[in-house]
C-alpha cells in the first residue's frame, strides 16, 4: 500500500497538493488533479483516515458507552453501527463493566477529540457529569437519563406493558404474575404502575406475592417456574422483563409437564429472534428504530443538518403461549 | 470533581508533586504523602485515568477488531472482557463491517498508542499487513491467521464435528447431511475433511446432494427444513454450522409435525444458551476459554509476565435432538 509520500513522489507534486486533492478542495487544477489521481489509482492507494480526519478536525468515530454486552444491546449496537456506517461513521464500543473510572476515560476523548460524539447505552455516571461534556461535542443515551442536555430516545415501558396485560385480560386471565427485573429500575416502576393501572380498571386486586423481582435470565425463569409449581395459589398467566426469562419458563413448563397456555399463558418482552423461534407471545420492542434514533440525534452535530426522528411504538407479537 | 491543579493549589504542593503522589513514585516524603492524600480524599478527588497513562506510557485499552456482532461473538467478547478487566484493562471494540479502510484506523490506533493492545476477531485485512503492526504493541487474533507473527486461540473444527459425526453413526445415523456456513472459510473445509473421513471409516458413500452450504440463522434452518421435505430421498440426520441453524431446522419441524429425532436427528454447533433451553444435541465451543487464553497470549506485551494458556477441547452435550 502507497502511502502519500510516495504518492507525492511519484507525482512530482507536494505533499499539501495531493492532500488537497484528497480532501476535495477547489484550490487544485483539473489537471493536477487528474494527474495524482491517476496515480493513486495505479498505485492501489488507500487514503489513511487519520491522515484526513486530522485535517479535517474530525475522527469519523462515535463513541457508545455500554456497561455489559447482552442481546437486546447486541441488537442496538448492530441497529446504531448499520444507521451511523451509512453516514461514513465507525462504532467504537467502550465496555466498562460499570466503572465510572472507564466512563471518564471514554467523556474524556469526546474531549480529546478521539471521537466525535458519543451515545450511552448504560452508565453509572451522574447525567450532570455526563452533561458537563456537552460542550465538547454531541451526547446521546439509550437509557433514561432525564437531564434537559442528554437527549435519550428511552420509550415508557408502561405502553409496552399496557398492551400485553391488556391482551391477557380481554382473553379471560384474571391471576397474572410479574416477572420483574432490576427493582429499582425506572422500567420496573413504569411497569408495576401499568399493572396496577390494568388490575384497577378490571376491578382486580393486586396481589403483591405475584411480584417476582431481578429475574433477567433463562435459568432465572426456570427458577420462576419451579417456584410457581410449588404454590397452591397459582397464577393463569405471567408478563416477563424480556423474552430470556419467558423462554425460560416456557421450557421449564414443558419440561414439568404444564400446558401453555391452558394452564399458565406467558409474555415475554423485546421481541428477540428466541421468542419468534420458540412461538412466544411477547412486546414488540422497536430497538432497531430506537438506534436508528439514536444516529438522528447526532447528526445536527455530526451532519451539520437534523433528520427526522422516526415515530416509534411498541406492538403485540401474539404467538402460541397466550 | 477536583482537578489536579486544585489539589496542587489546596494542598500547596506543586502539580509534580501531587502527580508523584498518584503514581506511586518513592520520591515523595510519607509526610508529604499523607497530606496530599487526605485533600484528595476530602475532595472526593478521582484520578484522571489519561492523565496517568500518558505519564506511564500506557492506556490500560486493548482495541478488539470485528466484522460484525453476532450471539457467538458477543459471548468471545464478554469473555474477553471479563479477563481484561480482571488485569485492569479496559476493552474498546472497533465495528467494521468488513470495511479494511476502518480496519486500519484500528491498527493505526496501536501504532499511536491509543491502545496497547489488538484482538483480532474477524477481519479481511491481510495477515501481512496485520503483522506489519506487531512492532508497535501485541496483537492476536481469535480468527485463523495461519502467520507466524500473529499467535491465533482459533481451535480445529475439524475435531468437534468429527465428535457429532461418531455420535450419529454410532447411534445408527447414516445418511447425515451438513449445513455449512461460509463456504470458501477453514471452518467449512475442515468439517467437511471431517465429514468425508467419518464417511469413509464407515464405508458410507459421501452425498454432495446433502452438503448446503451459506446457512447462517434461524430462518436459513427453517428453509433447509422446509427445502428437505420436499425430497424424496430425505437424511435421516443434520449437522448444523452452528445452534441458530439447528433451532431453525427443530422449530420448523415441530411446525411441520417431523418428528425429531424419530424422523430427523439435528446437532448444533457452540452450546449456546439457545440450544440448551431448546433441548438441542450440540458441540461444546469453548469460546469463553478461547478469550481467556487470548488475554493470556497477550500478557507478556501487557503484563511484562507470560501466563499459562489453558488447555481447551471440544465436547459433547447430548439432548433430546438425536
Redesign the interface.
Known sequence: ?STLDQIAKLSGFSKATVSRVLNGSRHVSPDTRKKILAIMKEQDY?????AISLSKGRTQ?IGMITM????LI?HF??GF?ESA?RHGF????????G????E??AL?DLK?K?VDGLLILTSVSSPG?IASYRKYGPIVSWQRMDHPDIPSVAMNQFEGYALALEHLLTRGYTRIANAFGRPSSINTQSRREAYEQAMAAYSLPVDEQWYYSSIYS?ADGERVLRSLMEQQNRPEAILCAND?VA??IV?EARRQGLGVPENLAIVGFDDT??A????ITTVRNPVAGQAENAFRLLAPALLGKALALQPLAFSLAIRETT
Chains 1, 2 share one sequence.
Open positions: 500500500m488507500v487514503p489513511n483516515r487519520n468515530q455489559n454486552l447482552n442481546e447486541l449496537m448492530n453501527v456506517g465507525q462504532t467504537i464500543i467502550y465496555t466498562t463493566g466503572d465510572s473510572q472507564k471518564l476515560q474524556e480529546r478521539r457529569l433463562i430470556l423462554a425460560g421450557s429472534e428466541l419468534k423461534t420458540m412461538g
